[in-house]
């Protein structure tokens, strides 16, 4: 199975991240024990030794239960009962694929099940995530959130909103009748929905379907 396209990255980049950031504060201990010191020198002092790799790892650890906040005791539901709100026809239009995955690295978790409808031209992608155990790292997934947009033109718009309690961004192009909806709430709920001859009040309507809001009340 394929994983997810930008959570799993974004383990990566975050413990990247912390092991660079824990390697340079070790590098610039280092290399100012290497400059001459005449006080060092004449206590007749060592030179501090630079942190070991399992030093770099227990930080890398700990910024990484930092960013997780409150977050880091959250279980995310697992994404067979995220797969169960994914029913087998959607706005009339039956279901074509139905995968799902719960992942984890570095003690951050998350769970994902998706969906595609469709018949004809007519095409609809849902995506369900529970980033809850990730925490804050879950804003850099939607940073739309942090922005206010209002476009529109001849070839489609685009603006956010807020959605009952999530946040909300769309996004219409004229030429190819493609819209999307993504929301997002602050205990890390996040829906993808997208298609093609499907307008962005059907989206919604399928988000109000899938009661996404009660996914929190699934966690374990």
């Given at each position: ?7 799993l990255?974004?383990?990566l980049?975050?413990?990247t ?5 824990c390697a ?13 010191n ?7 002092t060592d030179?501090?030794e ?8 227990k ?6 239960e930092n ?14 009962k995220l797969k169960?709100?994914?029913?087998d026809?959607?706005?009339?239009l039956?279901?074509?694929k ?5 992942a ?12 595609r409808?469709q ?10 995530i ?28 685009e ?10 961004y769309?996004k ?10 993504k ?12 298609g ?6 059907d989206?919604k309507r ?5 009661n996404i809001s009660?996914?929190?009340?699934m966690r374990?």
């Open positions: 199975m394929k994983p997810v396209r930008f959570l990255p974004l383990f980049i975050v413990i991240q912390a092991l660079l950031s340079g504060d070790s590098a610039d201990k280092a290399s100012e024990s290497a400059v001459p005449a006080e060092n020198s004449s206590a007749g030179a501090a630079p942190a070991t790799m399992q030093d770099a790892m930080q890398a650890q700990q910024q990484i960013i997780q906040g409150a977050n880091k005791n959250v279980t995310p539901v697992n994404f067979r169960e709100l994914l029913p026809k959607m706005l009339d039956p279901r074509t139905h995968t799902g995955e719960s984890g690295a570095m003690g951050m978790k998350f769970s994902s099940a998706e969906a409808y018949e004809g031209e007519k095409r609809l992608n849902v995506k369900l529970d980033a809850g155990g990730i925490g804050m790292a879950t804003m850099g997934m939607a940073a739309w959130t942090t922005v206010e947009i209002d476009r529109e033109d001849d070839n489609g718009y603006r956010t909103s807020n959605w009952g309690n999530f946040k909300a769309e219409c192009r004229t030429a190819d009748k493609f819209c999307s909806l929301l997002y709430n602050e205990k890390g709920i996040m829906a993808e929905l997208d093609y001859g499907i307008p962005v009040a989206l399928v988000a109000e379907q899938l009660s996914i929190p009340g374990e």
